[in-house]
């Protein structure tokens, strides 16, 4: 053949399956998606090997047109944990995928599916790629058990923040080298921005999983400092009736509303003028991003990721980590004039356009896959 013609042979794409042991839906479950279902932006195509007890999770997957190697309802107590970890049942059915799927790059998302995924891919002399969506399983003691041989035998770590990254980095410094940040990215074209609500008080919104490490409770106290503001609340999760309990202590029905989990996460932006967040150590906020991109400002402690995307005097308002009465402070000046909310929610959008976007995103991923699958190519 002359080596000056095109070859007649097209390299095929590079091929990824993701690991996915997950029970709920939220960030890293979107993020996928998002991924999965844009194989011209990434670069690669991709399909999963789930295991999840949840069957919306599993239609989820299922209605966003993915392929999906499904294990069928997998519990996720501890115990399962262990032996999908550590019994070689689950990693020959993940290796069996892997190798049906004729798989370049393991992609694993949760900690529950980092060892048994690194675990499978070694089996089939597969690279593995994770990413890196928070940060609990480090400081978690019942997670220590192999927690850092995965981290180790991970080949490439996408981080979703510099937050992350430093974490990272400084739990393990054999690691610097593999960690890079992709933030995530939202699909503009989706969120895009809409009106403020007319003829309704200054209505906060606060989107997320109702465990107790989002600290909805001290948004719902907050409430009771700032009598002409309304609060809608979206999401599910293991603390809800407590919260919806501690509503109708305070005596803030009237004022706070629950609508339960939303398939469409765009709902609760248009019945608000603000989004909040009282994460501890958010390590990045997807929700956060999605409500910006619709042209929201956010109120947020000043901690974890949220700093570097959450401008104060620019695209929100900051409260010390942790403060309390911070918190307050920062939504009662986000409720003081509609109009600067409003300027501030167009910054935020215009921040999301240039930083966040789902464009960029994927880009930064088909430069971390191209990097696995090319052995003679620096991560």
């Known amino acids: 053949m002359n080596p000056h013609q095109p070859s007649s042979v097209t390299a095929r794409p590079i091929r990824v399956l993701h690991v996915v042991v997950a029970g709920d839906i939220g960030g890293a479950e979107r993020l996928l998606i998002d991924l999965a279902t844009r194989p ?40 399962a944990y262990l032996w999908r970890s550590f ?65 180790r035998n991970t080949d490439l770590v996408v981080c979703v923040s510099d937050y992350v990254r430093r974490f990272v980095a400084a739990h393990d410094p054999i690691m610097i080298p593999r ?16 009106p403020f609500p007319s003829d309704s008080p200054f209505t906060f919104g606060i989107t997320c999983r109702l465990e107790a490490w989002k600290q909805v409770d001290l948004v719902i106290h907050a409430m009771t400092h700032l009598p002409d503001c309304h609060l809608v609340v979206t999401g599910d999760g293991s603390q809800r009736a407590g919260l919806e309990q501690l509503t109708r202590t ?22 608000t003028h603000a989004s909040v967040s009282a994460s501890r150590d958010e390590p990045l906020g997807l929700t956060i991003l999605e409500a910006m991109a619709m042209g929201r400002p956010v109120v947020a402690f000043a901690s974890g990721g949220v700093p570097e995307i959450v401008l104060p005097g620019v695209t929100g308002w900051l409260a010390p ?21 409003h300027d501030m929610g167009q910054q935020a959008r215009a921040f999301v356009d240039h930083s966040c ?23």
């Open 40 to 79: 011209e932006q990434t670069g690669a195509t991709h399909a999963l090997a789930l295991f999840t007890p949840n069957p919306q999770l599993r239609a989820k997957f299922r209605d966003a047109g993915l392929k999906i190697y499904d294990h069928g309802p997998s519990a996720l107590h501890p115990l």
């Open 87 to 151: 019994g070689p049942v689950d990693i020959r059915w993940i290796a069996n995928a892997i190798r049906t799927e004729q798989a370049d790059i393991v992609h694993v998302h949760t900690y529950a599916s980092h060892i048994p995924g690194v675990r499978a891919a070694k089996l089939c002399g597969v690279p593995v790629l994770r990413t890196e969506h928070g940060l609990h399983h480090y400081t978690d003691p019942s997670c220590a058990l192999f927690r850092r041989w995965a981290l």
């Open 179 to 194: 960690l890079r940040v992709a933030r995530n990215g939202v699909d503009t074209h989706y969120f895009s921005p809409v």
């Open 250 to 271: 305070l005596g803030l029905t009237d004022r706070v509303r629950f609508l339960g989990y939303q398939s469409d996460p765009r709902v609760a932006a248009t019945l």
């Open 321 to 341: 980590p942790q403060n309390k009465n911070g918190l307050v402070t920062a939504m009662r000046e986000a409720s003081r004039s509609l109009a600067t909310a």
């Open 357 to 379: 976007s789902i464009e960029t995103m994927c880009r930064e991923y088909a430069d971390a896959y191209a990097a696995l699958s090319n052995p003679d190519r620096e991560p």
